[in-house]
């Protein structure tokens, strides 16, 4: 007999809720997007005492408003697709915040069983938590957990099926001021003929709440509720002096508050402990910018020269191919297209994935998770406020260095809609390996240092202009910091290394087919004979106002698939890679300029039709390329009068 | 709630000193898109009546970080100046 369950993750961010999903179901799991969102979805199936179990790992979220997509899409899924279980992951550090969140799962009448995870580092805090107690409290089981080292799991997961087996067992609910309770009771009333996917008593907490969301869907169902609602909220608001959403989040994080001081005995230990340390040292003014100066200057040379290493070897190695290639296609047209076309292709994408993709998520993750990330974004705040963005936008911007693609996808920590196009925007700028490769091989080779360094500093300037710019250009208010910074801790490194592997796989799925129909259309492109007039025709731009060879014009379309093979290909097409013999050292700095702004490359254009569609991403693309060849042609009119 | 009705003077967040404690009395962050904020804020546990200590500010007018409800949160300044505490004496 075969039995299907169906069983949820729930719980705030960072409670090492993806850690026990990782350890619940191994290498069987599949992350996609929720349907039609841009919310992370992470499904994965374990079989257990003759059940199969589908586990979905839901957005580590902080409360069941409205107040971002996360929320909104866990608070749905709930409520529509009705798991057997919801599994409440509880940091047993924060006890009150995270039960804060457990109360409205509760409202949500969801039959649920508790983690109590990370007890170990509670009790490094000196606080100890009594089990059975807060068992009781809150009428629901609890099994405290330590999810980095599996402890506890199993027993978790044991409960959870018991507690499915003996059936639907009601759980203590939040009891509310008299006042309040009184107006939930009125609403309940009113809706005990409507068939609504809330239970009535969470339909009626939150039409007093007034959530725009539920609002939405009873005024299909029965309008003439609202007003009462409104009108009901509003008396509240008058007896207490605050609107009815404040007094009702009071209310409840008063009742989480009660319930933890019961269950838990402070006992804080006399000397701080290192992750106290260590939260001391690295958000200091001073030593915190110290070392995040000193983690990115570590973070960036270690991964350039590990990337520069492996993608050599790794060319050297593809290309060994060719001659194989030539000789089962041949050296005409189809062998042509067959390896210049699809494995150049091919090996431009594996030489990016493997050295710099991969080592640059990893040390990502390991950073986001031991919370080092969430320091990065305290400190660079303010800085990130000047182009009207919060310090969380500083992580993309800094990995867009590393490569845009990743960036963009990673603009997805922002809250709103409008933060996550502004910091992709602003990251499309940022140079990333394959300009650096530009940068240092063309300038920084043959002008010396200090020119690139005035590149990536005037690159600087132009992200900050540019971004002051959009901020004021795209409506919409600009948001601020809310963010907690947890408790360092070792992070886990099964989790990290599976984050990875999602991310790299993401990255494959979208960015190699454009890289490879992009590399083959080109060869199409060169060996019917196109290139040389399209040259022709680009030349009143990059003749005439750029002062650039007319061959340039062909590399910085080959650009647009890979930065660098502007580079490599204007190597190839002048017949020599000592540029200093074919270009001046003003065309030199235009060209590089040119490359470094003109277009995000065609991956990158990929993620942002994605998570932004086309009409933003062609905007993004024109723009910029506008942008470059305008900043490129005053550039090499300001720099023919001086050098 | 307990609330001290004794009308001390209400300093908005970021006049409170490194180790210094108030208690929330009210944010103030707009309509629209601010109220968004000020339910996000009291989601966090910033709820009226809940006591607050801030633990540092970030240099040139950054964010600061505080401890409430056991956890640790930081607070983009902008955001900080529109939540309104009752200075506590130490």
Known sequence: MKKKLLIALAGNANVGKSVIFNYLTGLHQHIGNWPGKTVERAEGTLQFKGYTIDIIDLPGIYSLSTYSLEELVSRKYIAVERPDMVINVVDASVLERNLFFTLQLMELETPMVIALNQIDMAKGKGIQIDIDSLEQLLGVPVIPTVAIKGVGIDKLLEKAIETIEKGPAKHGQVMYGEEVEEKIGVLVEKMKNVQFMYPPRYAAIKLLEGDEDIEREIERLSPEIIPLAKKLAGEIAKLHGHGCSTVITSERYEAAGCIARGAQKLVPPIKPTLAEKLHNFTTHKITGYLMLAFSLLLIFSSIFAFGDFTSGLLSTLLYGLEPFFASVFGTGIVGTLVWGGVMEGIIAGVTIVLPYIIPFYIILYFLENSGYLSRIAFLMDNVMHKIGLHGKAFIPMMLGFGCNVPACLGCRIMETQRERLLAAFVTTLVPCAATTVIILGLVGKFLGIQWALALYLFNLLIIFAIGRLAFRVVPGESTALIMEMHDYRWPHMKTILKQTWFRVAEFIKIAFPLIIVGSFVLKLAEVSGVLDPLAGVLSPVTVVWLGLPAITGITLIFGVLRKELSLVMLGALLGTTNFALVLTPVQMIVFTLVAMLYIPCIATIGVLIKDFGWKKSLFITVFEITFAVLVGGIVFRLLTLFM | ?90
């Open chain 2, 1 to 90: 709630m307990e609330r001290k009705n004794t009308k001390k003077s209400e300093v908005a967040l970021t006049a409170l000193k490194k180790g210094e404690n108030g208690t929330v009395s009210s944010i103030k962050t707009g309509h629209g898109q601010g109220s968004i904020f000020e339910k996000r804020l009291m989601d966090m546990g910033l709820t009226p009546g809940i006591q607050v200590s801030v633990v540092k500010s970030a240099p040139f007018h950054g964010p600061i970080e505080i401890r409430v409800r056991g956890s640790r949160l930081a607070l983009g300044r902008g955001m900080a100046e529109r939540i309104f505490v009752e200075k506590e004496k130490k």
